[in-house]
């Protein structure tokens, strides 16, 4: 495969049944028996934080085979001062196309249209085996919390812009487009409307519980 095949450019509504596709595809039965990020998709393009000038996909011969999705949340320092920030995700890449550096490319390139736009600061809940060759760091090394003054093993922050953070402490805020998620019966039936897949467990669901459940301490 060639680099050059592979193009990056922005989501149309003619895209979208395919980018959900694939992000069905890429995210079966990985957390849970099943998915529901195809339909996080089609509720986060609806929600007021999601930014459609950073929905971007890449194209290989015609077909669609890597997203990447973004939408606006916020810090709050200790003294009350709010700083937008974005959360990252959902990110895919179709099975067949993973390990080829695409979702390397994907991010490259929208950081670099992200700071471009002014942001400064990108977070996300992942596994950090995909995150830190991109410059993510542990929360805690940026004192960002949740409110409960809680780091999650899992909350991941990039500086846009080294020094954006400042060392201050700050609680991450995030947006609430994935609430319908937990809509068990309204994912389902979304699902019914994408070809018919085998949910199961399968042993990378416990880590997805260990990576999602953990947090830094000292
Ligand atoms: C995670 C995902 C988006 C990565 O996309 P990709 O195109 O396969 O990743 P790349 O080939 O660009 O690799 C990026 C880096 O992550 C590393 N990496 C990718 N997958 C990895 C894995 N499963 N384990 C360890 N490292 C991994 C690569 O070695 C690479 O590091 P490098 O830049 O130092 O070479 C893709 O595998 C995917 O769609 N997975 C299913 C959905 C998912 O888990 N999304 C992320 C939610 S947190």
Redesign the pocket.
């Known amino acids: 495969m060639n680099k050059n095949d592979f193009i990056i450019r922005l989501e149309t509504k003619n895209d979208y049944y395919e980018v959900e596709n694939l992000a069905r595809e890429?995210?079966w039965n990985?957390s849970f028996p099943g998915c529901s990020e195809h339909y996080f998709m089609h509720v986060l393009r609806q929600h007021e934080a999601f930014i459609p000038e950073l929905d971007y996909v890449v194209e290989y011969k015609g077909k669609t085979v890597?997203s990447v999705m973004y939408s606006v949340s916020k810090l709050i320092d200790e003294n009350g001062s709010e700083k937008p920030v974005l959360t990252m995700?959902?990110?895919?890449?179709l099975p067949e196309f993973?390990?080829?550096?695409?979702?390397?490319m994907l991010l490259e390139y929208t950081f670099a249209k992200a700071v471009e736009m002014g942001y400064d600061t990108v977070i996300n809940f992942?596994?950090p085996?995909?995150y830190v060759?991109r410059g993510y760091k542990s929360c805690k090394k940026f004192n960002v919390s949740l409110e409960n003054d809680c780091y999650p093993a899992a909350l991941l922050v990039k500086e846009l812009k080294a020094g954006a953070l400042d060392g201050r402490k700050w609680v991450y805020y995030q947006n609430n487009a994935d609430a319908p998620c937990d809509n068990e019966e309204e994912v389902e039936r979304y699902d019914s409307l994408f070809p018919p897949k085998v949910k199961a467990w399968q042993p990378i669901q416990e880590e997805f519980y260990i990576h999602s459940h953990s947090s830094i301490t000292w």
Do not use: E, Y
């Open positions: 890429a995210f990985l890597g995700g959902p990110i895919c890449v993973q390990r080829k550096g695409l979702s390397k992942g596994n085996d995909n060759a």
